[in-house]
């Protein structure tokens, strides 16, 4: 079976903690798409000191708080994406503006409006960047265990500043996993 076999959307790449690159330290990573092909994610709990307002001003005053534009990754910062959580009862294909990723989480395209868009969802965020792996890229990381591929919540996506959410996707996969999480940043402190 191929490390990456239970890689699809709306799954989570979890840095192992013997993982230093610091683009990828203690990140937890949203896959948006993966295919033979490649994978494309964002990093959930990068937030940057941008404030959404300042660069994409019509939707600014709609993600979540903070309302900060996040580090998506290293590749193409200068791009932006966007993902939401629908409402309940709010089906992907009925809403223009959006294509879907994993249940209620969507792309959101951000040159439609948000004024017709946000009272549908329950929260956004938007991220400068992305995470991307070429073909067989991301099996070999995982192989060599830089990654721990776990399920992904809607709620990950619009997580709280200050939230560890590292800590808090590992505690919650039960044993040996959640041990991961009380391991320390600096070894030397232990």
């Not at 979540?64 to 089906?91: D, F, I, M, N, W």
């Not at 004024?115 to 070999?140: E, I, K, N, T």
Request: hydrophobic residues 45%; charged residues 20%; negative net charge.
């Amino acid at each position: 079976m191929r490390p990456d076999a239970d890689v699809e959307p709306g799954t989570l790449l979890v840095a192992a903690p013997s993982l230093l690159d610091p683009n990828f330290r203690r990140t937890v990573v949203y896959v948006i798409d993966h295919r033979a092909e490649g994978t494309l994610g964002v990093v959930l709990n990068r937030p940057s000191e941008i404030a959404v307002h300042d660069v994409l001003p019509a939707w600014g005053p709609h993600v979540s708080r903070p309302q900060a534009v996040y580090v998506g990754g290293p590749v193409e910062q200068k791009t932006a994406l966007c993902l939401a959580a629908l409402r309940t009862g709010q089906v992907v294909g009925e809403l223009d503006g959006v294509i879907a990723v994993h249940g209620p989480v969507a792309l959101v395209d951000l040159d439609s409006d948000p004024d017709v868009l946000v009272p549908r969802v329950r929260g956004m965020r938007v991220f400068a960047g992305y995470a991307g792996w070429g073909a067989d890229q991301l099996a070999g990381e995982i192989e060599r265990g830089d990654w721990v591929v776990v399920p992904g919540l809607p709620d990950d996506v619009l997580a709280p500043m200050g939230a560890d959410l590292w800590g808090r996707v590992l505690r919650r996969q039960g044993m040996p996993l959640a041990l991961l999480a009380t391991h320390p940043i600096d070894l030397q402190r232990n």
